[in-house]
């Protein structure tokens, strides 16, 4: 194995000798647990943690190492590693954190390739697909759309279903597979490429890790049944982990995602909603909401069934949330200059004999909310 076997290039080579890295070693991280992580190397893997001083200097939780990034790693002892620089990412996959307003969280990084998995069977949803697809477009990491459990539905229903998807994402290819019967996995096979990383996007119990372990040939990944009483998926997957295939491709599994929340994806959305940005241009008012304004090119075109409602709703819905996302940064980039103003203040007043007032003041900043 060579580390382009795992996705180097020289993108990451010119920067390490930029960096004047030469010194340290090369690995990715192929697993995170809590910061600890699991970096593979030409020769082994190796349990690392960062460092004290990439530790303080980090400005959040993004400038932490994550799943599919390159990092400069020394050995300490057997198979432990303390990592000293995270490289450069060619490529963020991300969401707005679950329950932190304005954070966002890493789903993986130096992604090429996003396999988008939907089930056929269960709560099979466009509208989602469409999220996965902008956040793709975001990362400018291809997406390819896998419908899943084929054979559980009938060959009319399939076409059928798939036309659907075709009418309302375009340019997008969609494959078919059946991980029971194994119908597809060899055209899956063949879109995967050496050195090439591909990431599984899907709900839980959509067939992810049942999918990885049919591409690799092994039972890599634990799996389990859907549950019978609610038609949804069991959390398998825990952590998002980065395997090598026998072929080549380098896969990422990650847990069932249940929220997509979107983040500042303009350019994602734009992308994703292709036909509905086009016609946005030819609307009377150039800061149109294409909501109730009168001689809105895109109320038009859904009026006349040229543009699909649903599309047109769930366009609406992330444009929203986008907003409210910028908006909410926005706010908190505010607040944060407040409180360094005030610890510049208290500074200053803790430096002269009025001890008493730097209380007051300190009072007020901790009583700050932020």
């Not at 399939?158 to 998807?165: A, F, I, P, R």
């Not at 049942?210 to 092994?218: A, F």
């Not at 926005?330 to 103003?341: G, S, T």
Request: hydrophobic share 35%.
């Amino acid at each position: 194995m060579t580390l382009d076997d795992l996705g180097y290039n020289s993108d990451f080579e010119n920067y390490r000798k930029e960096q004047n890295l030469d010194s340290f070693g090369v690995g990715r991280v192929v697993s995170e647990h809590k910061e600890r992580y699991v970096i593979k190397t030409i020769e082994t893997e190796y349990d690392g943690e960062i460092i004290g001083n990439l530790r303080f200097s980090a400005h959040d939780r993004s400038d932490f190492p994550a799943v599919g990034d390159w990092v400069a790693i020394s050995e300490y002892d057997e198979n432990k590693a303390l990592i000293h620089s995270v490289f450069p990412r060619k490529s963020i996959i991300e969401r707005q954190a679950v329950g932190k307003q304005g954070e966002k969280q890493i789903i993986a990084t130096n992604i090429d390739y996003a396999f988008i998995v939907q089930a056929v069977d269960r709560d099979f949803n466009i509208n989602r697909i469409e999220r996965y697809l902008t956040i793709c477009h975001t990362s400018k990491v291809i997406p390819i759309i896998i419908l899943n459990k084929i054979d559980l539905i009938n060959d009319t229903e399939l076409t059928k279903l798939v036309s659907k998807v075709q009418e309302r994402i375009k340019q997008v290819s969609v494959i078919t597979i059946s991980n029971e019967t194994l119908n597809g996995i060899e055209k899956l096979k063949e879109n995967l490429m050496k050195g090439k990383t591909y990431c599984l996007l899907g709900s839980s119990g959509v067939g992810k890790s049942t999918l990885l372990n049919n591409l690799s040939g092994k039972q890599l990944m634990k799996t389990n049944a859907i549950s019978a009483s609610t038609n949804k998926g069991r959390h398998v997957t825990s952590h998002r982990e980065l395997l090598v295939l026998e072929n080549g491709g380098i896969l990422i599994d990650n847990p069932g995602m249940r929220e997509v929340g979107i983040t500042d994806s303009t350019s994602g959305l734009e992308i994703t909603f292709e036909t509905i940005v086009r016609l946005s241009k030819d609307c009377k008012f150039k800061d149109c909401t294409h909501i109730t304004e009168t001689d809105c090119a895109i109320i038009a075109a859904v009026e006349s069934g040229k543009v699909d409602g649903l599309l047109y709703e769930n366009y609406l819905k992330m444009e929203r949330e986008k907003e409210h996302f910028e908006s909410t940064v926005a706010e908190n980039v505010r607040k944060i200059k407040i409180l360094e103003k005030w610890l510049s203040t208290i500074k200053k007043v803790r430096s002269t004999k009025h001890n008493r007032g730097s209380y007051i003041m300190w009072g007020f900043v901790v009583d700050l909310k932020i």
